[in-house]
């Protein structure tokens, strides 16, 4: 069975924080993703990472930064938490580009 | 014109019934096509390929249709427990960049 683990099922932040969301696979994909999902919006891309220190940007990276220095971690970083980075945040890992990704049980982050 | 369209719905059906969804395309060199099930505020789950051919899964099959650029997924004899919301997905490009459509809700009433 797949398994990907999000580091927090809910966190709750206040604005101008830092805030690390982690994702950790023990598949041994090398692609890695992530998502935040609102309502209306559906799911929208904010990074990926075909690989070790590898990334690239998605539609909406403003405001975020990643880090993939192991091949099974991804971590998901908000520079300066604001208030509309309030969000269900979605990591997904896909085994190659044919495949279908696979998620992880999210994590609900409120910015106050 | 967005790159993957769904209708939101929401669809309401009486068990038993048959229902499809559709899900248009934009991008004509879109390689690979999925079908995720999501529940309310749970993660996507993947729950069926897409394959020209077409193909089943017990009560559900899912076709391509490459020239209109759809793919769609049906339902038969719904159950209560296929309420949910279900995602279509493309890739394309070079990184095979995943596209989700928004979703459609469907609810199966008693």
């Known amino acids: 069975d797949v398994k990907v683990t999000q580091s927090s099922r809910y966190l709750v932040k206040r604005t101008g924080e830092k805030v690390f969301l982690e994702c950790v696979q023990d598949m041994d994909h090398e692609n890695m993703f992530w998502y935040r999902q609102d309502p209306g919006l559906g799911l929208r891309l904010i990074y990926f990472?075909?690989?070790?220190?590898?990334?690239e940007k998605g539609d909406i990276p403003e405001g975020y930064s990643v880090s993939r220095e192991k091949k099974e971690r991804f971590s998901l970083i908000l520079e300066s938490a604001s208030t509309n980075q309030t969000s269900m945040y979605l990591c997904?890992?896909?085994?190659?580009?044919?495949?279908?990704?696979?998620f992880g049980d999210g994590t609900r982050l409120s910015i106050l | 014109r967005k790159e993957v369209e769904q209708d939101p719905g929401p669809f309401n059906v009486p068990e038993g019934a048959t229902v499809a969804f559709n899900c248009t395309y934009s991008n004509s060199a879109s390689q690979s096509f999925f079908w995720y099930r999501q529940d309310c505020r749970k993660e996507p789950k993947l729950l069926m390929s897409v394959y020209s051919s077409g193909n089943e899964d017990g009560r559900f099959t899912a076709q391509l249709n490459r020239a209109s650029q759809y793919i769609s997924l049906l339902i038969r004899d719904s159950k209560l427990s296929d309420s949910a919301t279900y995602l279509c997905v493309v890739t394309s490009g070079g990184y095979q960049k995943v596209t989700f459509g928004i979703g459609t809700k469907l609810q199966v009433i008693p």
């Open positions: 997904a890992i896909r085994y190659n580009h044919n495949q279908p990704q696979h």
């Open positions: 990472s075909y690989d070790v220190k590898m990334k």
